[in-house]
Structures are given as structure tokens and as C-alpha cells.
């Protein structure tokens, strides 16, 4: 079975710190991982994708297949990263996504 | 990219009543996605709304409780039938365009 594991539930840094939010996942085929982010008060929204190999805001994430992970990090976190992050998986030209159960992340100045 | 709007944004409802929320694309899409997310928790699937035919259920969810309509595609109804407290969630509206996956504001349910 598809599962999406986020083992943190909070996770609270101070500004210009490094910020690692882990993701683990289990299956069994060739899955895409996304990584998405809900602001206060916004929608949720695709932060970035593994496929694409980008950084989005100073985010980056790399899929270990050995590992089975997707952590997300940031070298230096700003206070505009205070969020919801959810890691989320899908099957390879499916269309669902499985998430995982979020961390919020908190930047303090 | 996408539009999605959803209606009701909130409600606040009592047990045994039924709910309809509606779900409105700015783009023809093939298949609509609702998801629910009870307090505290993630975001799990309810079903797949696909234009023409019946809806895909997830494990755990049944026709007779969340029934679906799909009339074109750009819209796609929720119901939330017979409701108790333990329905009190989010209810997410959800398309995918171009390998992204955009959401709708959700809407925001409480069972009295």
C-alpha cells in the first residue's frame, strides 16, 4: 500500500537557520513525490516536484529511492516559510496523490 | 494553471441533515478530486468524479454517504448525506492540469 510517512508534527526554528523536513514513503512501483505548502488564511499549493530537480523559494528536495525519502530542506530559513508542508506521492501517470500528515513549520525572528 | 471556486465556504449543519457542496473550474478537466481533511489530519481521498460516468471511491467511502455528480467538465458536486459530528471536516475540491495538482479553497464543515 501507498503511505506518505511525516514524522515530525511541528517543527520550530529561528530565522537563517538550516530547515530539514523529513518525508518518508512506501511503494512499490516508480512514484512521483511532491512536496506542497499551505500558508495562513491561503489554499494549499504544489511547493515543488522531484521530476523537476528545482528549487522554489530557496527549497530544494531530492528523491532517494534507497531510503525510500523526500526530505526538504532549506539552507537558511525566513520567516515567510512559516507553514503547513504536507509531502504527498503519486503512481507514475495516476492522478490521486497520498499525503502525508503534515509538519508546520515555524521561523521565529 | 487553474481557478477553482467552492460553495459553500462554511456551514455549520445538524446531525441527519445532508450537505451539497459545489465545485467550479475555470478549465475542462477530465477528472475532479475531493478530498477530506478531519481535524488535525491529513488530507485523505474520498473519490474520483469523472465526466460521463460513475464516480471512483476510495476505500472507506461509499456512494449512499458522499454521492457525487458530475454534469460537465468544469463542475462536480459533493453531498454529505445523514450527517453526524464525526463528518465535521474540510472538504477539498482538487484538479490536475499539466502534471500540477491545484486545489480549491475548501469548505469548511461542522455537524452539530
Known amino acids: 500500500a501507498q503511505r506518505v510517512t511525516q514524522p515530525e508534527k511541528l517543527l520550530s526554528v529561528f530565522k537563517g537557520a538550516p530547515v530539514e523536513l523529513k518525508c518518508n514513503y512506501s511503494y512499490s512501483g516508480s512514484p512521483e513525490l511532491f512536496w506542497y505548502v499551505q500558508y495562513s488564511r491561503q489554499r494549499l499549493q504544489l511547493l515543488l516536484r522531484h521530476i523537476s530537480r528545482e528549487s522554489i523559494k530557496g527549497f530544494t528536495a531530492d528523491l532517494n529511492k534507497g531510503e525510500t525519502s523526500f526530505h526538504l530542506k532549506k539552507p537558511f530559513a525566513q520567516e515567510e516559510d512559516s507553514a503547513m508542508y504536507y509531502c504527498?506521492?503519486?503512481?507514475?501517470?495516476?492522478?490521486?496523490?497520498?499525503f502525508g500528515t503534515g509538519t508546520r513549520l515555524l521561523v521565529s525572528p | 494553471s487553474a481557478v477553482i471556486s467552492q460553495k459553500p465556504s462554511r456551514d455549520i449543519c445538524q446531525r441527519g441533515t445532508s450537505l451539497t457542496i459545489q465545485c467550479q473550474v475555470d478549465?475542462?478537466?477530465?477528472?475532479m478530486f475531493w478530498y477530506r481533511q478531519q481535524p488535525g489530519q491529513s488530507l485523505t481521498l474520498i473519490a474520483t468524479?469523472?465526466?460521463?460516468?460513475?464516480?471512483?471511491?476510495e476505500s472507506g467511502f461509499v456512494i449512499d454517504k458522499f454521492p457525487i455528480s458530475r454534469p460537465n467538465l468544469t463542475f462536480s458536486t459533493l453531498t454529505v448525506s445523514n450527517m453526524s459530528p464525526e463528518d465535521s471536516s474540510i472538504y477539498l475540491c482538487s484538479v490536475r492540469i499539466y502534471n500540477e495538482q491545484f486545489f480549491g479553497p475548501g469548505t469548511r464543515l461542522t455537524v452539530l
Open positions: 478549465s475542462q478537466v477530465t477528472m
Open positions: 468524479a469523472n465526466q460521463g460516468s460513475e464516480a471512483t471511491y
Open positions: 504527498a506521492l503519486s503512481h507514475t501517470g495516476f492522478q490521486k496523490l497520498v
